[in-house]
């Protein structure tokens, strides 16, 4: 059976993710935060499905050098998943907000995937890495988020080409709103940002604050279930030829269409409005 590592396995896609593989008879390896995720992950994990759990910080660079002894002698893919959304209007952030930022979703993923490239090397396996609609098109009030998938789109074209040589294929995928526990969550991060945030800024982006807040709901009803992205991660998986980009599901296809062909004027125009961004202060 093949073998993949997925990381942030403990919920919300990874997880997803995780369980449908296993389903599929794969061997998966599925890095938690802690040992109740671990023993959650287990418990959830279909009859018969073999998914074994490692503690992994992807940012902890003694763990990732510490990685390959824990998976199996052959590895046929990596799913990078493992992500932080660090919000706020950038003039509020700190230099350390945006390290952190990136170095959870753009440094991680190239530590573990160079880890475990000998072995993809061994197997001419593949590397999907879980990126964002967020990844081409950016928005007000997470614009650490969206260079941090800016990033990962660009380091995923690259490694592309970069391992045509030895066979291993390279995969984004491109989700737009999910269910997850970062939108189901959305209000309560929004009071920590704000809460996070200067009086002065506070009192600068109020207007900023007010409109976002009123979108979370609409926004939160827009999400898609989780399990269409595990889905189209297992499609990435398994194709025999896989695509650089998979945009997953029919609205955000059209979106990220459309968003191609607007000017920039219409296209900061469009966003603003989705997100409720005044047009002046």
Known sequence: MPTVLITGASRGIGRATTLRLAGAGWDVVATVRSAQDAEQLIAAAPPGGAVKTVSLDVTDA????ALTAELPERLDAVVNNAGIV???PLEGLTAED???QLEVNVVGPLAVTNAVLPKLRASR???VLVSSLSGRISSPMTGAYNASK???EAMADAWRMELRPWGIAVALIEPAMTDTDMWRAAPELQDATEEAMS?????LYRRHLDGLRRTIPRLQKMAKPVDGVAETIERALTASRPKARYVVGLDAKVQAAVMTVLPQRLQDTAVALATGTPRRG
Do not use: D, N
């Open 150 to 152: 800016f990033a990962l």
């Open 86 to 88: 660090v919000a706020g």
């Open 98 to 100: 945006l390290r952190r």
């Open 199 to 203: 009086e002065e800024h506070r009192a």
């Open 125 to 127: 396996g593949r590397i």
């Open 62 to 65: 003694a763990q990732v050098a």
